[in-house]
């Protein structure tokens, strides 16, 4: 089942149900949405160090910023309900008509939306959806062991950096050099 976490909502059901049959992925969706937005939101925890690192990254002039498949009204009030909008005053995600829903689209809204330069930009992600998209728009790309994906689908996907630890995310950002800006999953 961990496969099914990360990509956008509507390939997981075709995927699951064996059908591109559109009524019936709405359906799909629409039953998920139901339990999801009151209580399946909230159903995960953030990892005790999350906060000192995205602080240390924020303190060293870093922009951070949430770039999810999951809808951006969902995404906004997980920000909220686990306190880290002090760390991520913007959160980019999929509309909940599925507009925007992968990485590559939803980051060419980002970068359309925010003043950026892609060489100075840096996507964090733990699936290769996140790295596909990073690397559609030139951006150097940090994948990161302790989600869903896995090292191989990291390296195969053409992260520039795969970090197994999240203490080592801020050197593996540093590593980068000219990034100035990170989004991240």
């Not at 998920?32 to 399946?40: A, L, N, P, Q």
């Not at 949430?66 to 306190?83: E, G, N």
Request: aromatic share 10%; charged share 25%; glycine share 8%.
């Amino acid at each position: 089942m961990r496969r099914f976490i990360g990509p956008p909502l509507r390939a997981v059901f075709a995927e699951i149900l064996e059908t591109e049959e559109p009524a019936y992925l709405e359906l799909a969706v629409q039953h998920y949405r139901e339990r999801y937005s009151t209580i399946g939101l909230y159903e995960n925890a953030v990892y005790p160090a999350v906060p000192r690192v995205l602080a240390e990254l924020r303190d060293a002039g870093f922009q951070l910023r949430v770039v999810t498949s999951k809808a951006h009204v969902y995404a906004d009030r997980i920000v909220d309900h686990f306190a880290l909008r002090e760390f991520f005053p913007r959160v980019y995600g999929a509309e909940l008509s599925g507009e925007r829903s992968t990485k590559t689209e939803l980051l060419a809204y980002v970068l359309a939306s925010e003043p950026s330069e892609p060489q100075r930009a840096c996507m964090i992600g733990d699936r290769h959806h996140d790295i596909d998209g990073a690397k559609a728009h030139a951006l150097a790309a940090i994948g990161v062991t302790w989600g869903y994906g896995t090292r191989a689908e990291l390296e195969t996907a053409g992260a520039d950096r795969v970090v197994d630890r999240l203490e080592e995310l801020p050197a593996a950002v540093h590593s980068l050099g000219s990034v100035s800006r990170g989004f991240g999953q």
